[in-house]
């Protein structure tokens, strides 16, 4: 029960270091100029960067990094507490991919290769185990305690399936596409209105950060007394 503890003060902090990001990029991004704003739906976290002051950078790094690890350690905590088969693949899953996703998205495509392969190995690896948390979790409800509620394995096992069944959306391969247009003779290349992998990035990191709150919440209603 100790590790349960322990992975929820982790959780909280996962959290509110992820909410102190979300702020940080948006209020960076909000001073621009409207042409020059980043959009979510087409642009990767390194171009909100790129548009950051040095202080501003720096903190978003540094939130986005400690909310990775504290969540990472959390989960670690979390699965290990339950001393149950399965849940010790939850216990290197969850982690690795929130790690992995943290850290690419603060690479830059310029460094494509280490770029794509890090953040399509967190949307695989998060999406596995969330799968192995839904049904795992259900199959043995009885060996559990403080048990897994059927609407956190439902809402797991959707996301899961989810997260899945979308990597095989073949926009994701225009990763880096440009839409070409022409203006007073002159050839220019914007991005696209979406850009389907650097939206995934955003999505998979949500979910990455709201799923320990997900798992909190569900040890505090299964565990009441806080014994």
């Known amino acids: 029960m100790i590790q349960l503890k322990m992975a929820s003060v982790f959780f909280l ?4 270091l992820g909410i102190v990001y979300l702020i940080l990029t948006v209020f960076s991004n909000h001073r621009l100029e409207k042409e020059d704003r980043c ?22 790094y540094s ?15 979390f699965f290990a507490g339950y001393d149950i088969g399965a849940f ?3 216990m290197v899953l969850f982690p690795l991919s929130f790690l992995l996703l943290c850290i690419s998205n603060i690479l830059s495509l310029n460094y494509y290769r280490a770029h794509i ?38 809402i797991s096992g959707i996301i899961g399936f989810a997260g899945m069944i979308s990597m095989a ?4 391969f225009a990763w880096a596409k440009m839409n070409k247009t022409e203006e007073n003779g002159k050839t220019y ?18 979910l990455e ?3 320990p709150l997900m798992l909190f919440l569900n040890f505090i209603f299964a565990n009441p007394s806080g014994n």
């Open 13 to 16: 902090i996962s959290f509110s």
């Open 39 to 60: 959009s979510f739906r087409n642009s990767y976290p390194y171009n909100f960067y790129m548009n950051s002051s040095l202080l501003i950078r720096g903190l978003q």
């Open 117 to 154: 392969i890090t953040s399509a190995s967190a949307f695989f690896l998060f999406s596995c185990a969330m799968i192995i948390l839904a049904f795992h979790s259900q199959i043995i409800g009885s060996e559990i305690e403080p048990k897994i509620f059927l609407p956190v394995s439902i």
């Open 209 to 211: 950060e709201i799923v």
């Open 88 to 90: 010790y693949f939850l």
């Open 189 to 206: 290349y914007v991005k696209p209105k979406w850009n389907f992998y650097a939206f995934y990035e955003w999505i998979f990191l949500a």
């Open 169 to 172: 959306n073949p926009k994701l």
């Open 63 to 77: 939130t986005l990094l400690l909310s990775g690890l504290m969540g990472a350690m959390g989960e670690a905590f």
